[in-house]
């Protein structure tokens, strides 16, 4: 309320300070320079990726990558470089981007556990003809059992998708 009342008096001449008016225009030319600074740091990495002082190849994702980590938005990248005669989409980088994740861990666990079943499930006979083995006939519980022995960190849930993937069941009772 105080800063209120003082800047109502700093307004009507009775109190000294910077008006109301010229505080807004700080702060608009503020943030007019903050995106102007921003502009020039994106637009000098792009030049150092760029070929023959022309424009960035937007194929070049070296250039995002150094510039995203940086702190700017994708965005804003874009629309600087298309604004400079380079149309780059956010999607196009984001697609990009998402080609060369990591796979999760969960993918690699189950492929670690489908090629344990496959090699405790089947032989390659001496004519290069491939047979199911006696624990090819498992069934989940004690395929797990197996599969932890090989590979201590499996869970059951990977053991079904790899069983399931592989085509295995396991023998009926009888």
């Known amino acids: 309320m105080r800063r209120w009342i003082t800047q109502h008096e700093i307004d009507h001449g009775t109190h000294e300070g ?23 740091e994106i ?28 702190g700017h938005a994708v965005e804003s990248i874009c629309a600087i470089l298309t604004a400079e005669g380079t149309p780059v989409a956010a999607r196009t980088y984001r697609a990009w981007k998402q080609a060369h994740h990591q796979p999760a861990i969960r993918t690699i666990t189950d492929a670690m556990v489908e090629e344990a079943i496959r090699s405790l499930a089947y032989m390659r006979k001496e004519d290069g003809t491939i047979k199911r083995t ?41």
Request: no cysteine; glycine share 8%.
């Open 134 to 174: 006696a624990e090819g006939l498992y069934g989940r519980r004690k395929m797990t059992a197996a599969i932890r022995r090989r590979l201590p960190g499996a869970t059951p849930g990977a053991v079904d998708r790899a069983m399931r993937s592989l085509g295995l069941s396991g023998a009926p009772p009888g």
């Open 18 to 40: 910077t008006l109301t008016d010229e505080l807004e225009e700080i702060r608009r030319l503020k943030a007019e320079n903050k995106r102007l600074k921003e502009t020039n």
């Open 43 to 70: 637009l000098r990495k792009a030049s150092i990726f760029s070929r023959g002082n022309s424009t960035p190849d937007p194929a070049d994702q070296r250039f995002h990558r150094s510039a995203a980590p940086d």
